[in-house]
C-alpha cells in the first residue's frame, strides 16, 4: 500500500463509513488516517470504530493513525417561547441570566462566563455567524445589544465570541470523558477543539500523559494571537477554517492558513488543514473545480495532510471523495513547479545536531539522485525532522514501536513500518536496503542514504548517516 504522493490524507468516519468493508475501501482509495468525531459519537461506537480499524490495520501490515477529536465548549442561546423570531437590523437585543423563554427583544444566554466577560464595542455571532451583534452594555446579570446584521433566530443557536477572552478551560467534563474514553482506547491523536491560549494545550497534555500526540485547533481569533506559543507545546496543529471564517472575516482565512501552515512546518510539527475541502461531494459523485483548486493549495503550501469531514463521515460518495482527493495530491506532486515551490518555502535548519543532519541528508539525497532516505526512529522524531526538510526522494520511517508508526502516519511524505530495532549498524544498514526494496522504493543497482540515531532506542538522538549500494535482493524479510 505504497502511495504515489506525500500529502496524507485524513478522513472523518461517520454513518456513511461506519462499517469494515467501507473502512477498508477508504484506505485503499486512500485515507492514510481516521478521525472520530466526538460531537456525534458516543464510547460504544468509538471504540467499535477503533476495533474495526485495527482489524484493517493488521490485514495490511502497514500503519494507521486514530484521531480522536474533542468537541469543546458548545455555546448556545436558550429557547424562544413562540418559537422563531426576526431579528431587525439596529434592533436592540437583550441576552441575560434570567431562564424564561424569550421573545424578539430578549432571550436567555445560559452561560454566566460569558455574560461575565463581555465588554461594549465585542461581538456576538449567533447561528454560525448569520447574526451579528454588538455590545452596547454588559454587566453579569445581562449584555444589551445592538443588531448589526439580523435574521431569523430560533432555540439553542450557536454562539460565538471573536473579540472575548473567555477565562474558561477547552476541555469540557464531557471532553474529559470522552478523553478518558479515547485514551483507554489506545488512540493516537488528540484533536483539541476552541483553543484559546498554550495553557489549554498543557491542561490536555497533563491529562494525556504521552499516551497519544495532542493536536491544537486553530479556530479561534485568540489562538491567533498567541499561535507561536500554541505551536510550542502543541505536537500538530489543524487549520479548523469553519469556525475560523465565523469568528474573522473569511477573506483573512487564506493568509492564516498559510501562516499557520508555514509556522508548523518551520517548528517541525504536523499541520492538518481542514473544512469544507470537497463539500459539495456531500451530495455530488465530483467536486467543484473551485473545491479542487481548494485542495491543491494546501498541497503546494505543504500541509502535512488535508481533511475531510461531511463528506466522507455522512456524504453519499465517502470512498469517492478520498479517491479524488488522492488524485489532486498525485497530480499537483508531478507538476513540474510544485519541487520548485516546496523548496522556496524551506525554512533554515535550526542549531541542533538533529536537524543539521537531517538537512545535509537531504542535500546528499537529492545530489546524488539517491532512491530513498530511510529514517530509523524509536520517537518518531528522526522522521520528523527529515520531513521538515521536504526532501525530494521518499521517506521511510523504520520503528520498532507500532504507536511511533500510527502518530507518523500523519506526517508528509512518511512511510512506516513497524520492525525490530537494530542490533548494530550493519544490521541498520542491511534491513533498510532490504524493507526499501520490499516496498518498491529502490531497485537494484540503486543507493539509498540511511538516518539514525546511535546508540540505538535512544529518543531525539539522530546524528549519523550512511550511504549504502542496493545489491539483488531475493526477499524482502526484514
Known amino acids: 500500500m505504497r502511495r504515489l504522493r506525500r500529502i496524507k490524507i485524513l478522513a472523518t468516519l461517520g454513518p456513511s463509513s461506519s462499517d469494515s468493508a467501507v473502512i477498508r475501501r477508504l484506505f485503499e482509495a486512500g485515507a492514510d488516517l481516521f478521525r472520530i468525531n466526538m460531537s456525534h459519537t458516543p464510547h460504544d461506537k468509538m471504540r467499535e470504530l477503533v476495533a474495526t480499524i485495527r482489524k484493517v490495520e493488521g490485514s495490511y501490515g502497514r500503519p494507521i493513525g486514530i484521531l480522536v477529536d474533542l468537541q469543546g465548549p458548545k455555546l448556545r442561546l436558550g429557547t424562544f417561547a413562540g418559537g422563531p423570531v426576526q431579528l431587525n437590523n439596529g434592533a436592540t437585543f437583550t441576552l441575560d441570566s434570567d431562564p424564561a423563554p424569550g421573545d424578539v427583544e430578549r432571550v436567555h444566554l445560559p452561560h454566566p ?7 461594549p464595542g465585542h461581538a456576538l455571532l449567533l447561528d454560525d455567524g448569520k447574526v451579528r451583534l454588538i455590545v452596547e452594555d454588559a454587566s453579569p446579570e445581562r449584555a444589551v445589544t445592538r443588531v448589526v446584521i439580523g435574521g431569523r433566530m430560533s432555540d439553542r443557536k450557536g454562539v460565538s465570541l471573536p473579540d472575548t477572552d473567555l477565562p474558561m478551560s477547552a476541555l469540557t467534563k464531557k471532553d474529559r470523558a470522552d478523553l478518558d474514553a479515547a485514551l483507554k482506547t489506545g488512540v493516537d491523536w488528540i484533536a483539541l477543539s476552541f483553543v484559546q491560549r498554550p495553557e489549554d494545550v498543557l491542561e490536555t497534555r497533563k491529562l494525556v500523559r504521552g499516551r497519544a500526540a495532542v493536536m491544537a485547533k486553530i479556530e479561534k481569533p485568540q489562538a491567533i494571537e498567541r499561535l507561536a506559543d500554541i505551536v510550542e507545546v502543541s505536537d500538530a496543529l489543524m487549520v479548523a477554517r469553519g ?3 465565523v469568528e474573522l472575516p473569511v477573506e483573512r482565512v487564506p493568509s492564516l492558513q498559510k501562516q499557520i501552515t508555514r509556522l508548523a512546518r518551520r517548528a517541525g510539527k504536523p499541520v492538518v488543514v481542514a473544512t469544507q475541502m470537497l463539500e459539495s461531494m456531500i451530495q455530488s459523485p465530483v467536486p467543484t473545480r473551485a473545491e479542487v483548486s481548494d485542495v491543491a493549495t494546501a ?3 505543504g500541509a502535512d495532510a488535508i481533511m475531510l469531514s461531511a463528506e466522507s463521515a455522512a456524504g453519499k460518495y465517502p470512498v469517492e471523495a478520498v479517491a479524488t482527493m488522492n488524485r489532486i495530491g498525485e497530480e499537483c506532486e508531478h507538476d513540474p513547479t510544485y519541487r520548485g515551490v516546496i523548496h522556496a518555502q524551506r525554512p533554515d535548519p535550526e542549531a541542533t545536531v538533529g536537524d543539521a543532519i537531517a538537512d545535509a541528508a537531504r542535500q546528499i539525497a537529492e545530489t546524488l539522485e539517491l532512491s530513498a532516505i530511510i529514517c530509523w526512529t ?17 521517506v521511510v520511517a523504520i520503528t520498532p514501536h507500532e504507536a511511533t508508526g500510527r502518530k507518523l502516519s500523519l506526517v508528509w511524505g512518511v512511510h512506516c513500518v513497524v520492525a525490530a530495532d537494530a542490533r548494530n549498524q550493519d544490521d541498520m544498514v542491511d534491513r533498510a536496503r532490504r524493507i526499501a526494496f520490499r516496498d518498491g522504493f529502490t531497485r537494484a543497482g540503486e543507493r539509498i542514504i540511511v538516518v539514525a540515531g546511535v546508540p540505538f532506542g535512544t529518543s531525539g538522538a539522530t546524528n549519523m548517516l550512511r550511504i549504502a549500494s542496493i545489491e539483488g535482493q531475493r526477499n524482502g524479510k526484514a
Do not use: C, F, N, Q
Open 243 to 245: 469556525d475560523l471564517g
Open 378 to 394: 524509536s520517537s518518531g522524531s528522526t522522521a520528523l525532522r527529515m520531513a521538515r526538510e521536504r526532501p525530494k526522494p521518499p
Open 113 to 119: 462566563e460569558i455574560l461575565a466577560a463581555l465588554k
Open 299 to 301: 498541497v503546494y503550501e
